[in-house]
């Protein structure tokens, strides 16, 4: 089974920030980061969704063109994995980029190549309907 592994690394309030792979078994396929909203109990619109395991389906949509749609979020419908650069261009859904860079005037990060990251996913996904997302929750020192 094809897997999005999904570990966010920096919740700043604005947003989060995540680093991901795309596997099949043990082999790695690429990596890419993420960009989300921040951690707000998952209030729909100004929030990121729970830490967990979600199944993915391919979905077509005149915005956003092929895309995944998250599966089964709790109190929450149409969360997509989609492309954008910017913390403003996602309600809930998770941004996919090549890299982090800061491209616009604000003090956030943003990420870079979303489109041709879209496409690379999609590439090796070829239209595979059972992509299973592990998303992990920043990690906390003591």
């Not at 077509?60 to 910017?86: A, E, F, W």
């Amino acid at each position: 089974m094809k897997q999005i592994i999904l570990s966010r690394l920096i919740d700043n309030g604005n947003q989060t920030t995540g680093q991901a792979f795309l596997c099949d078994g043990f082999k790695t396929h690429m990596y890419f980061s993420t960009l989300e909203l921040p951690n707000k109990n998952n209030r729909k619109w100004v929030s990121c969704i729970p830490a967990g395991k979600y199944m993915c389906k391919v979905r077509q949509s005149d915005k956003y063109g092929t895309h995944l749609h998250i599966q089964d979020v709790p109190g929450r419908s149409m969360i997509l994995m989609h492309y954008g650069n910017y913390n403003s261009d996602t309600k809930g859904c998770i941004l996919v980029g090549e890299k982090f860079a800061k491209l616009n005037k604000d003090d956030d990060f943003d990420v870079t190549n979303s489109r041709k990251t879209m496409k690379k996913i999609l590439d090796f996904i070829n239209g595979d309907d059972n992509i299973e997302l592990i998303i992990n929750e920043p990690l906390k020192y003591i």
